[in-house]
């Protein structure tokens, strides 16, 4: 650290970075890891973490730089929550993926009949551990700070659903191609339909010709 900066300051700034470099930057990879992407919002708050940092570098006094870092450190919170809140509107679009991918696909039947309970309930577990994690985040500080709790549950709550979700692909797969057999078999039955309807049209139409036919046949 630069001699201009003051024990307290110095310990303060170890504190900031402590908890960037133990909880946001895991957080951050996993988010990358699963959006594919590095979120620009919390880029955003980044800058706005080192733009404050950086300030007391320059002639402010203890107690400025102080003001400087609590507000580095509510960019660093916003940008932890952020990562949460991202994480779980990604869980919830992979959710509504997999329900408009089987929307034609019955469910029920997979695994017994246990398979769709059990989603259905996970699900909405998960859901409402990320309206708790939501009201927390909306309070003031310290209370705000348990968001953080809250937010890793939901994130595991949605977790636990997309695990039940990979552990029933065989079902999942079964289901899928029995449902086509069946499309199969109704467009076979349909066109066969089609075909007989056809043959009885066409006999009605000629009834006439074929029962006078037939009475000439007899009369010769």
Known sequence: MSSRLSAETESELYSLYSQYTDSLKPLLAFVETKLLEFPGPILNELRAVNDHVSRCFSTLSATECTAEIGKAKGHLTRAM?????????????DIKMFYEQYKDISLAVVNDGRFLPELKEK??????????????????????????????????????????????????????????????????????SAIIGCLLTILVDKWNVIAEWIINLFNH
């Not at 929550?81 to 679009?93: F, N, P, Q, T």
């Not at 999942?172 to 449902?179: D, I």
Request: aromatic share 10%; proline share 1%; glycine share 4%.
């Open 123 to 192: 699900h909405k577990t998960a859901q409402a551990k990320s309206r708790e994690a939501k009201i927390l985040e909306s309070k003031s500080f310290p209370e705000k700070e348990k968001a953080y709790e809250a937010y890793q549950e939901a994130v595991l709550a949605f977790e636990d659903v997309m695990k039940l979700i990979e552990d029933n692909t065989a079902g999942l797969t079964n289901a899928s191609q029995y449902a086509r057999k069946q499309v199969k078999a109704q467009i076979g039955y349909c066109v066969l």
């Open 81 to 93: 929550l952020d990562c949460y809140k991202l994480l779980l509107v990604s869980y919830e679009g």
